[in-house]
């Protein structure tokens, strides 16, 4: 079935939706709702739970659907959904093709498409924040990287497409080689290693410029979780970067503070890929500013003890 594109310029009302499972307190209705109200629009931005394959697989069909038809004008994908929805869509980006995983699926002339904005959300977000450092010097373009599952392949891959290193650690050794065996193909200068995540591997590596933690150690509730080994002291020449936000000062950027280091943790990365989704399925530039605005009054709120573990994409 090949549905007639409105045109999105025109168009005043939009509805979008997130699946994954769980999505208790995701941030992203409360991004979209603010970007949308900002932006002079209406529409809605709903959770759609579902459970994963297979039990999931026909809901999760019958939700895409909905981008096809354009009941939805657009789909925002978290775990454990990221790379199983990709058989339900016709074209999947090129960044999608590399890491394998979207977090956005979108319709573009009549057709179902993935796409990955993590990638480049993590990109401008990490160097934008190295530039207000690093204008007066060149740093070695040397990366580690903490973890291997989705969120590690899009960083990977950022970093290796801006000409970085990348060692890429992870308490299973297989997951990383994994990564490192899908990912090389398209990179092949190399420039692309693995070792387990442990104090005498890591002691073993040259000292990173940059380490980013990709795993969810230190996420609400279990904050005072670091993915960096006991015992282990923080180069005292690294920056740290913690895809984590909430908290928005994990127990890694706090530890990295404390040497004292520079330490980011995850919120510009999100909200740009929000913003960056909001600009595919509308059509108009994001409100960048306001969502920021949201997203700082929000985390806060996530981190009460009345919330519960879920994802908060
Ligand atoms: P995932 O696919 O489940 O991968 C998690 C990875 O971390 C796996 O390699 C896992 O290894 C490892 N891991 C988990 N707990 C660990 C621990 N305590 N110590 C060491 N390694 C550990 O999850 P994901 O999608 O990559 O997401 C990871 C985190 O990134 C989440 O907190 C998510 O919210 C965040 N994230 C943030 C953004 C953003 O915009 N800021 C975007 C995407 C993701 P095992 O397989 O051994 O468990």
């Given at each position: 079935m090949r549905i007639l594109e409105v045109n999105r310029v025109d168009k005043k009302t939009f509805h979008f939706g997130l699946t994954g499972y769980?999505?208790?307190?995701?941030l992203s209705p409360a991004l979209h709702d603010a970007a949308l109200a900002a932006t002079g629009l209406e529409g809605s931005y709903d959770l759609f739970p579902i459970s994963p394959l297979p039990d999931g697989f026909d809901d999760l069909a019958a939700l895409v659907n909905r981008v096809h038809t354009g009941q939805l004008d657009g789909l925002n994908v978290t775990i454990p959904h990221k790379q199983s929805v990709l058989q339900f869509v016709e074209e999947c980006s090129p960044a999608v093709k590399r890491v394998g995983a979207a977090n956005v699926i979108y319709r573009l002339n009549g057709h179902l498409v993935a796409e990955n904005t993590d990638i480049p959300a993590f990109k401008e977000d990490l160097n934008t924040w190295l530039s207000d450092f690093t204008s007066e010097f060149l740093p070695p373009r040397r990366a580690l990287v903490l973890g291997a599952g989705g969120a590690a392949r899009s960083v990977v891959d950022a970093l290796l497409s801006d000409t970085w290193k990348v060692v890429i650690a992870a308490r299973n050794l297989q997951q990383a080689v994994d990564l490192c065996a899908s990912l090389s193909p398209y990179y092949p200068t190399g420039g692309l290693d693995t070792t387990t995540l442990t104090a005498p591997a890591l002691k073993?590596?040259?000292?990173?410029?940059l380490i980013v933690n990709t795993?969810?150690?230190?996420m609400w509730p279990d904050t005072d979780l670091s993915p960096w080994p006991d015992g282990l002291a923080l180069p005292e020449t690294s920056f740290v970067y913690d895809?984590?936000?909430?908290?928005?000062?994990t127990a890694l950027v706090k530890a990295a503070r404390a040497v004292p280091i520079p330490a980011l943790s995850g919120g510009g990365m999100l909200i740009g890929q929000a913003a960056l989704a909001f600009t595919l399925w509308t059509g108009r530039p994001a409100p960048k500013q306001v969502m920021r605005r949201v997203f700082d009054q929000k985390a806060g709120l996530a981190e009460k003890p009345s919330s519960k573990r879920g994802s908060l994409l």
């Open positions: 769980p999505l208790a307190h995701s073993k590596l040259e000292p990173p410029f795993t969810p150690a230190g895809l984590v936000y909430n908290p928005a000062e």
